[in-house]
């Protein structure tokens, strides 16, 4: 796996709380909801790993892996992580998701 400009930032103590929020839903197949330009994506987070739905190796970073999330409108996404962890803090980007 390549080095993005997430790999050389920092791993902040906020970003570990924000990524255990994101890996126990993955592990859980959670409810997860995000807000994209104005609408609400629902549905059920599946694994981490690359973004054609390969799992992550032990030595890649977490921050350029992507969560799939099968929404409840009956296809699979993958969301880059790196983004994931900024909006988790701001509410755009709801981990364990309830209705």
Avoid: H
């Avoid at 993005?4 to 997860?32: E, G, H, M």
């Avoid at 296809?75 to 790196?82: G, K, L, R, Y």
């Amino acid at each position: 796996m390549t080095t993005t400009q997430t790999t050389n930032r920092p791993l902040t103590c906020r970003d570990a709380v924000d990524l255990a929020a994101i890996v126990t839903a993955a592990c859980s197949t959670a409810k997860v909801a995000r807000l994209i330009d104005g609408t609400v994506y629902v549905g059920l987070a599946r694994s981490i790993g690359d973004e054609r739905g390969n799992f992550g190796g032990r030595d890649d970073d977490i921050r350029d892996e992507y969560l799939r999330v099968t929404l409840l409108l009956g296809f699979d996404v993958a969301w880059p992580m790196s983004e994931l962890l900024s909006e988790v803090g701001s509410g755009y980007f709801v981990p364990n998701y309830q209705d």
